[in-house]
């Protein structure tokens, strides 16, 4: 077995660590960078090129840049989240056979995950570069508001990118890891996360060696990318005003106008004044080179901004609430994520709290470091064994009511892992299969819930209606991520169960009547994946309302849940003690 190592990979940019001789380090890429952007592409000559090169390639080739794909993962082609997405990025997005969002880059099209495996294959490298050693083995963060579908495409790519993900763990957790690192705390604490594509807050509770999430949530569409869309329209109408040419319409110049804003927007949080000049961005009517020449300053990038960072302290206030609790009850507010550093976000924050940030974290390296030490901890036999890291589920998963509301089978903020059961009948005499199907998200109703796919429990045995009861398990597991078995109540034989993969053409909205449309078999995406067929990564049709059951009072459930997810998982046991004896040797260097 090879190495293990953190990865937190961003929206923009991502970075890796280990922990050698009980020290966090993080991984250096070519040119002594330690973070890498999240970028791919494809050069004139065919070539694939990630992070830097790609991010450089990004003005000559912009249709051919992949940027923030992070945004897109999991995701399904028809969601809202796209269409906002096709506002801001300029690739090109297709529809795959599932419903699937796929990119095409010059003539070829890839997966979200093969496009986040290339960037993870490219830290994988670097990693085994500069340690001079195989690995293999890494624990990935998340936004801790990604749904389960996100989660288990990351999975996948991890997997693409040859490596075993030991644990998908949420960045603000990992950051509490991180800050905890050498300290013995009784604290609660706030961690903003506001990184380059997505939003999360967190309060988590830490008890000696316990580190226990209360509340979770966020906004997957809130983060840098957005604070450079404001900068960058402005400077686009600006432009148009003065030369009566809208650049919006040009690929080429969109993407140098959002480089220079983001660029701007950086230099904003130690400035109050900076100059964005692009020479030859465009050609008046005679063929006269234009230059794109404004002069931004703190206030007026606050100005277009405030509105973002608003929304963000909306989202605290409301999780202080689900968490029942205040922002005098917060010891310590910890901000993560590179757009945290700007000005207006910190006395926002700070505003908001009542207490300045703590600046006992890193922004940019905490994740990585916690990613780091759980990795080290779940490689690593050696650990002691006594802290807890106890983790919640973001947003509510159920299953469809007739009505198009949402049967809630796990609320939001749900300590994990747990499980639940639930009893389908069949409707129809000699019914041979169920369909289910389940959503996840924080609407009473299904239609604005991510469908996270349908399961089809066949090979039922043939008996009158309402005569086979099948008990459905639902398992989500201590990474969020939800699993399903089944078993006939009256035989005890279990029953097969599959994931449907199409698209949702039944439509959420509408109470379903049983269709006799034949189903087809789905056709494989055109670079397959290996998505668990056990767990929830696609969606389909069904019209099952398992609601109508009531459960059984007090049933085992059919399939066993291992000892370690119904309690404390394997290693989490493991894991604390050995943090705590390395945080201990890292303070007293
Ligand atoms: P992360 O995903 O944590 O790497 O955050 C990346 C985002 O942080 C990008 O949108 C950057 O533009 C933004 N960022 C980095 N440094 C700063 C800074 N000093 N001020 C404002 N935003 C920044």
């Known amino acids: 077995m090879g190495r293990a190592i953190g990865i937190d990979l961003g929206t923009t940019n991502s970075c890796a660590a280990i922990i050698e001789n009980g020290n966090p380090r993080l991984i250096t890429y070519k040119g002594g960078a330690k973070t890498i952007p999240s970028v791919f592409a494809i050069d004139k000559f065919g070539n694939r090129l990630v992070g830097e090169e790609a991010k450089r390639d990004a003005a000559l080739n912009p249709n051919s840049t992949v940027e923030a794909a992070k945004r897109l993962i999991g995701r399904s082609f028809g969601s809202q989240a796209i269409k906002k997405f096709t506002q801001v990025f300029t690739y090109e997005l297709m529809e795959g056979e599932a419903s699937e969002v796929l990119i095409k880059v010059k003539d070829q099209v890839f997966t979200l995950e093969q496009i986040s495996a290339a960037i993870l294959r490219r830290i994988k490298e670097s990693a085994e570069e500069a340690l001079d050693e195989e690995i293999d083995q890494a624990v990935i963060t998340v936004p801790a508001y990604f749904n389960d579908r996100q989660r288990q495409a990351v999975r996948s790519a991890g997997k693409l990118a040859g490596l075993k993900v030991l644990r998908v763990l949420n960045e603000p957790t990992a950051a509490a890891l991180a800050y905890g690192l050498g300290r013995t ?102 063929g006269k080179s234009l230059d794109l020449d404004q002069v931004v300053t703190r206030q007026l990038l606050e100005k ?63 994740v990585g ?42 609320g939001k903020n749900q300590p994990l892992p747990d499980y639940k059961t639930r009893t ?93 449309k034949k189903v087809e078999p789905p056709k494989p995406p055109p670079m397959p994946l290996n998505m668990p067929s056990s767990s929830l990564a696609a969606k389909a049709a069904g019209d099952q309302d398992p609601s109508d059951e009531p459960e059984p009072k007090s049933a085992p459930p059919p399939t066993p849940i291992p000892e370690s997810d119904r309690e404390l998982p394997a290693e989490r046991k493991g894991f604390f003690a050995w943090l705590w004896s390395l945080l201990f040797g890292w303070m007293s260097r």
């Open 304 to 366: 277009l901004t405030h509105e973002l960072v608003d929304r963000s302290v909306a989202t605290c206030e409301k999780i202080l609430r689900e968490a029942g609790t205040s922002p005098d009850k917060i010891d310590e507010i910890l901000l993560v994520g590179g757009q945290s550093r700007m000005p207006l976000v910190r006395k926002r924050v700070a505003d908001f709290i009542g207490k300045a940030p703590s600046r006992k974290v890193h922004p940019d390296e905490a």
């Open 185 to 286: 705390l009784n604290q609660r604490v706030a961690i903003y996360d506001l990184g380059g594509g997505t939003f999360d807050i967190s309060i988590i509770d830490i008890k000696d060696k316990i580190f226990e999430v209360i509340a979770t949530g966020g906004d997957t569409f809130l983060g840098g990318v957005d604070f450079d869309d404001r900068l960058m329209q402005h400077l686009l109408h600006e432009f148009l005003e003065e030369h009566d040419i809208d650049l919006s319409y040009d690929r080429r110049a969109v993407t140098m106008v959002r480089a220079a804003s983001e660029e701007a927007k950086i230099q904003l949080s130690s400035v109050m004044e900076t100059r964005v000049q692009l020479t030859g961005i465009a050609e008046d009517e005679d």
């Open 369 to 410: 470091i916690g990613a780091a030490i759980m990795a080290h901890s779940l490689s690593s036999k050696a650990g002691p064994q006594d802290m807890t890291l106890l983790d919640v589920l973001p947003m509510a998963i159920g299953i469809n009511k007739a009505d198009g509301t949402m049967h809630v089978l796990f």
């Open 424 to 516: 389908l009948t069949t409707s129809k005499d000699n019914q041979r299969s169920i369909m289910l199907k389940i959503y996840q998200g924080e609407s009473k109703y299904v239609a604005e819930n991510e469908l996270l796919g349908t399961f089809v429990f066949s090979g039922l045995r043939a008996a009158p209606r309402g005569q086979v009861k099948i008990e459905v398990t639902f398992h989500i597991d201590s990474e969020g991520i939800l699993n399903l078995s089944a078993r006939d109540r009256d035989t005890g034989s279990l029953v097969e169960s599959r994931l449907k993969l199409g698209k949702d053409e039944t439509g959420a909205t509408r109470p379903k009547k049983r269709r006799k």
